[in-house]
């Protein structure tokens, strides 16, 4: 088997007496699909957060390639490959689509702070055109991002995360704010789009019928705690986790993993 290309060991983070992340031990395949689990204030996000440099852990340590990247800064993490979208759309709502693009492009490129005028080299322009064609938001390429429904403005969020060509994507609630009928649609775009790109992904999600059809794998927190880590079908049948994350009123289906 291949080294993973993210191995987290015993990481923890306290908040004064706040306990939000206890002995995490995880590792990561290539081109692996995990879905994160848990109630409001189970951890997820503080797990996140901890991965991506948002948050430096109290202690542990956090592995990427086999290189130790705990406590680095956010951006010194996504330059090493590893990127994230947010809960709420990260997008520049008075600039179009394509200068969206083109400015995360940007900054995934600039040394320093970052040049956030739009870089209108025609290869650039060819590689966001790219982008767009594949998350299928090609048809607004010249609108203003206010212009996008709310599934619209998070395609564009996790293309613009995905123009620095990560190795490993974070999506925190990718379904977030979007409607029951737009959910599954909208991740069969991005989930398709990543697989092309052959990306680890860990996505925190809510919604179990979306963990079940996508991913390949389950983590489920409680209390800081990663409580289950087992393929969806076993994970989401587990009696700690329906106990504590799910309720046991929901029934998988037999199969779970990809659609």
């Known amino acids: 088997m291949p080294p ?55 202690r542990g340590a956090i592995l990427y390639r086999s290189r130790e990247i705990t406590g680095f800064p956010p951006r010194s993490i996504a330059r090493l490959g590893i990127c994230r979208s947010f809960q709420v759309s990260q997008v520049f709502v008075s600039l179009s689509v394509l200068e969206n693009l083109l400015t995360a492009v940007a900054i995934a490129q600039s040394p320093g702070l970052g040049m956030l005028r739009p870089l209108r080299r025609p290869e650039l322009i060819e590689r966001a055109e790219q982008i767009m064609e594949r998350y299928r938001i090609a048809a607004y ?61 860990l996505f925190v999600e809510h919604d179990m019928e979306i963990v079940e059809r996508y991913v390949d794998r389950v983590l489920a927190f409680y209390q800081g705690e990663i409580i289950c880590d087992a393929p ?25 993993g990809h659609a």
Do not use: C, W
């Open 4 to 58: 993973p290309i993210l191995d987290v060991r015993n990481l923890h983070k306290n908040f004064g007496a706040v306990t939000a992340a206890s002995n995490i031990n995880v590792s990561f395949a290539p081109g692996e699909t995990v879905g994160i689990i848990g109630a409001n204030g189970a951890g997820k996000t503080t797990f996140v957060n901890m991965i991506t440099g948002y948050l430096k852990p109290t």
């Open 141 to 201: 390429r010249d609108h203003l991002a206010s212009d996008l429904s709310q599934g619209g403005r998070k395609l564009l969020d996790i293309a613009m995360a995905v123009v620095g060509q990560p190795k490993v994507l974070l999506l925190d609630e990718p379904t977030s704010g979007i409607s029951t009928e737009e959910k599954q649609p909208l991740m069969d775009v991005v989930m398709e789009a990543l697989k092309q790109d052959e990306l680890t992904v």
């Open 232 to 256: 969806p079908a076993e994970a989401l049948r587990d009696p700690k986790v329906q106990e504590f994350v799910i309720g046991a009123e929901y029934q998988p289906e037999s199969g779970g």
